[in-house]
Structures are given as C-alpha cells and as structure tokens.
C-alpha cells in the first residue's frame, strides 16, 4: 500500500477513536448532538440562531464553532444566549474529533440540552471525519445552485437530514427544485429534507419539530 495511502487511514482511524470518546461522553449527558455542514455562507450560523430563537427559555444550546480564523460566530451565538466555543482551525478544511473533543471541556455540558457543532464551511472535507455527533446535517441554500448534489455526491450520500436554506430567494434565481430534489434521492433516498428562510421564516417550525423530537428522544422523556 502506498505511504500517503497508510497515512491518511491512520489519520481516519485515530479521528475515529477520539469520535468514539465525544459520543460516550454525549451519551452520558444525554445531549442530542448535531455537526452541521455546508458551504461558506449556507446560513450555517443564521439558521443555528433562527432555531434558538425558536426554543429559547425551553432548552439551552451548546455550540462548537470551527472557522479557518475569527471568532466573529461564536460571538454572535454568546451574545444571543448559546454557549459557544470557537475553534480555529488556522487554514484546516475540516473540523475533526480532537477539536470537538477539546472544544468539549469548554462547554457546560450539564447545564445544556443539546450541542450543534458549526463545521468549516466545504462541502469535501468535512464529511470524511466523524465527529462523535448523533447526526450529520447538510444545509444547501439556493443561491448556490440545483446542481450541488451531482457535483459533491460525497457529502449527499453521508448526511441524516438536510436543510434546503434561503427558499425567499427562489423568485429571483434560477434553480429547478425537482432537478436538485432528484439528485438528492439518487444518493440519498428518503433524506429528510426541511425547505427554510432564516429571512422570512418559513419551514423552520418542521425543522425545529425534528430538532426539539431528537432532543426528548436523547433525554427518554
Ligand atoms: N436571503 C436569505 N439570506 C440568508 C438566509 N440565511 C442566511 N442568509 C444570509 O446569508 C449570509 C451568510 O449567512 P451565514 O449564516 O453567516 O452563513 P454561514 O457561513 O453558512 O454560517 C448572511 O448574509 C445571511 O444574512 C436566508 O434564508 N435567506
Ligand atoms: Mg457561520
């Protein structure tokens, strides 16, 4: 086997073990736990906020928080109520275990009901390290086309939902919903999928449903 081949299941597999720990440890405090990934400027942050607005006063939210530099989200998630922790990853395509991991220690978990890990905005990487979260989400927003699916199959094919971001937009730009929605089945058949505008609102009462049902099921209340 070449070296750089050894090299990088080495990474995978350590990434894997220290996964294992960040989900014992969630499990222990019954924290449902999502890793959200999506391209730079999705509305990762926009629709993490828009859900805590939603649920505030009924659960407390952790976040993780990983940008290449600048602690601008996490900030805006402290200064709105969410206990955040940032991580730069200083140039890294991909928030891995070890960081969350660290990031853990940060955070109260006791004092929280769940955690949403914000990952590196990329729609390669990110998908390659498990993080010990219970479910991986996509967030694809209109702007960036309908093709998305056809073109970064990886990320399709690995996520437990996905959120389609900035429906508001689909009067102004060209996007055939069915054409992105077929190549979403094709890799991932059956994907739970929430159409929402953190502008105008819409379809964020279904998500935050789903959000808020994972969060009892984790408690089993
Ligand atoms: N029109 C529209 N703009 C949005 C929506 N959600 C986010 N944005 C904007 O998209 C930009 C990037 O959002 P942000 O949440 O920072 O994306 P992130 O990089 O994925 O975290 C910001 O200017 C947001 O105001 C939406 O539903 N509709
Ligand atoms: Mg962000």
Not at 28 to 44: D, R, T
Not at 95 to 123: F, I, R, S, T
Not at 148 to 167: C, E, M, Q, S, T
């Amino acid at each position: 086997m070449p070296d750089h081949i050894k090299v990088s299941e080495n990474i995978l597999s350590f990434n894997d073990e220290i996964a294992k720990i960040n989900r014992k440890l969630l499990d222990e405090y019954k924290l449902f736990s999502i890793n959200i990934m999506a391209s730079p400027g999705a509305g990762k942050t926009s629709a993490i906020l828009k859900t805590f607005e939603q649920i505030t006063g009924k659960f407390k939210l952790g976040m993780v928080d990983g940008d290449l530099a600048s602690s601008i989200d996490a900030d805006k998630a402290n200064q709105s109520g969410i206990s955040a922790v940032q991580i730069n990853t200083g140039g890294g395509c991909h928030l891995d275990a070890k960081m969350v991991n660290d990031a853990l220690k940060k955070l109260p978990l006791g004092a929280l009901d769940a955690l949403v890990v914000e990952n590196v905005g990329n729609l390669v990487c990110p998908a390659n390290f498990d993080l010990g979260t219970d479910k991986n989400i996509l967030i694809a927003s209109i702007p960036e086309g309908d093709d998305k699916p056809y073109k970064y199959p990886g990320i399709y094919r690995g996520v437990d939902a996905l959120i389609i971001n900035k429906v508001d937009l689909l009067p102004y730009i060209e996007f055939d919903l069915n054409y992105f929605k077929k190549g979403v089945e094709i890799l991932n058949p059956g994907l739970v999928t929430f159409p929402i505008s953190c502008v105008s609102g819409e379809g964020i009462a279904d998500w935050v449903k789903w959000f808020t049902e994972h969060i009892f099921a984790k408690k089993g209340t």
